[in-house]
């Protein structure tokens, strides 16, 4: 498979994060992209140079829509928790990429999948789409991330991090955590998809190094260039701030991965693979510090001096 001829890709999931991310990094590259959405069309996020298909993964005809005359395709589901709903969001998905005859389907699961089951409803669902796409014999690239560093970046970080020099999230601080940026993760999507010997393997992508709660905290120093400590946020804090924004029902499906990591039961399932997926996928991650130097942190000071005009 070569990366040289234009490919026309499918994008579930663009208008948010991570799917936006890697819709836009197809796009920059002159690839062609499609992607599905409920929005108006004056409610779409920008996405210079991609086609909406007005519809919902809860509908086979709007998905079958979205996949005429794809060549590839990049599947990150919605925050959504019910299995039966996932199993028909995928199998529709399937469906309609094997009637579509694509060369290759990337799903990213948007967490890490323990080896074992487990009761946690973002996992297994997760795990469930993965049974289906291979199930369909789909030609299927499987990207695992840890936690994205763009969390960090938030309403309910950023100033406590700009202000005070703390930097609070749910994870132990002792739990080693390969943390990747959006920016990566489209980068990682772009190797599943185009590099050559990759069907039916599974990468658990992931930054540069894994770092405890101490070490993440040191890299935010260095690139903020003040000291900052990390504070380990409870799980059931963290579903109940998380609950006024998503709703009681997605809150407890995201947060339940960090309730399981709470366990210390897996302390490994966030750290990094001693870059097994980067080198297979052409990928570089970007060091903690770059990134954190990327991003325009003043908008969360308290110092008006400090506000951008």
Do not use: C, K
């Amino acid at each position: 498979m070569s990366s040289q001829n234009p490919m026309r890709v499918a994008v579930v999931g663009a208008t948010g994060f991570q799917g936006g991310a890697v819709a836009r990094l197809l796009t920059q590259r002159h690839h062609r992209v499609r992607t599905l959405t409920r929005r108006p069309e004056g409610d779409r996020p920008p996405l210079p140079g991609a086609e909406f298909v007005a519809g919902e993964l809860a509908d086979a005809r709007a998905v079958h829509r979205l996949f005429e005359g794809v060549t590839h395709a990049f599947v990150t589901l919605p925050l959504v928790y019910e299995a039966e709903r996932v199993r028909a969001y995928a199998t529709h998905i399937a469906d309609a990429a094997l009637d579509a005859g694509v060369e290759r389907l990337v799903f990213n699961t948007n967490t890490r999948v323990p080896q074992a089951p487990t009761t946690v409803a973002a996992f297994e669902t997760r795990r469930v789409a993965e049974e289906v796409f291979r199930g369909r014999g789909l030609p299927l690239v499987v990207v695992r991330p840890p936690v994205y560093l763009d969390n960090l970046f938030s309403p309910w970080n950023g100033p406590g991090l700009v202000n005070e020099g703390v930097l609070a999230y749910p994870l132990p601080s002792a739990a080693p955590t390969a943390w990747i940026s959006h920016r990566d993760l489209a980068e990682a999507a772009y190797g599943a998809l185009t590099r050559e010997g990759l069907e039916d393997r599974v990468f658990d992508i992931g930054g540069a190094l894994s770092l405890t709660g101490a070490d993440l905290a040191a890299a935010f120093g260095r690139g903020l260039g003040r000291s900052v400590r990390y504070v380990p946020l409870r799980p059931e804090h963290f579903e109940r701030g998380l609950a006024q924004l998503l709703g009681p029902e997605t809150a407890a499906g995201v947060a339940g991965i960090y309730h399981y990591m709470a366990t210390g039961g897996d302390p490994l399932l966030m750290a990094g693979d001693d870059g097994v997926s980067a080198e297979a996928l052409g990928v570089t991650p970007a060091p903690v510090e770059e990134w954190v130097t990327r991003q325009p942190w003043q908008v969360w000071s308290s110092d008006t001096e400090d506000q951008p005009a």
